[in-house]
């Protein structure tokens, strides 16, 4: 690779190493080599390196672990999108969450097929299997929601519902850790399995309506606590 020659050299060389991590040369997880290693491969000095490496830990991409090293913590530099909803209130990721889903739910009781039925009830049942542990309830809760969404074949509300999801499950497993109650109890479930009556019976308004009572009970005990 040819010395970067342009005045700020530290951008160019976050660039650099951030076009390396697009490329798959590094996966999530994997450690980055030394400063005496990468130094000389972008023709800057160890000092630009690191500040180069400071660039990208601060919008996420890189993360520093003391006497570890540099770590990978996403493939790419966060979308206007991410920025927003890294820094969005639980509260705001719910009421999100209220105009995607409740909409969705009404057209899944429309339009769902019987292979949307199965792949809801299988999300459902994996739901049920895995509600003692809290960051698995919370994936396979997602998940059951993504079912709902799919359903509803309109994917436009699915691409919303992808695209908040990452955010959604942190904010999801950060509100749960908060609340001393219990997540997914009995009466969890079974509301969960009463939305998936109402779409399997076709009936819009009430699973609009369990889509939104579930939903907005979550806001009403956020706000108790």
């Known amino acids: 690779m040819p010395p970067l020659r342009r005045t700020s050299l530290a951008d160019q060389a976050a660039d650099a190493l951030l076009a390396r991590v697009r490329s798959g040369e590094w996966a999530v997880g994997d450690k980055l080599p030394g400063e005496t290693t990468l130094a000389p491969q972008l023709g800057v000095g160890r000092s630009t ?21 540099v770590f990978v913590t996403r493939l790419d530099a966060p979308s206007g999108l991410d920025v927003l909803l890294d820094g969005a209130a639980i509260d705001a990721v719910l009421e999100a969450r209220i105009a995607v889903e ?3 739910a009404t057209l899944a009781a429309r339009r769902r097929t019987e292979e949307d039925l199965d792949a809801v009830r299988a999300a459902l049942a994996i739901r049920a299997a895995h509600r003692a542990d809290l960051v698995r309830h919370v994936e396979t809760d997602t998940d059951f929601h993504r079912a709902v969404i799919a359903a509803a074949h309109n994917p ?21 850790r908060t609340r001393d109650e219990d997540f ?8 969960h399995a009463a939305l998936l009556a109402a779409i399997e019976h076709r009936d819009a308004d009430a699973a609009a309506q369990l889509s939104r009572e579930h939903l907005a009970g979550m806001l009403t005990r956020r706000d108790a606590h």
């Open 49 to 69: 390196v690191r500040e180069a490496i400071r660039r990208l830990a601060g919008i996420g991409v890189l993360a520093t672990r003391q006497g570890a090293g």
């Open 102 to 104: 409740v909409e969705a």
């Open 184 to 191: 997914g109890g009995d009466d969890d479930q079974l509301s």
């Open 156 to 176: 436009v509300l699915l691409e919303m519902f992808d695209g908040i999801a990452a955010h959604l499950r942190r904010a999801m497993i950060d509100m749960l």
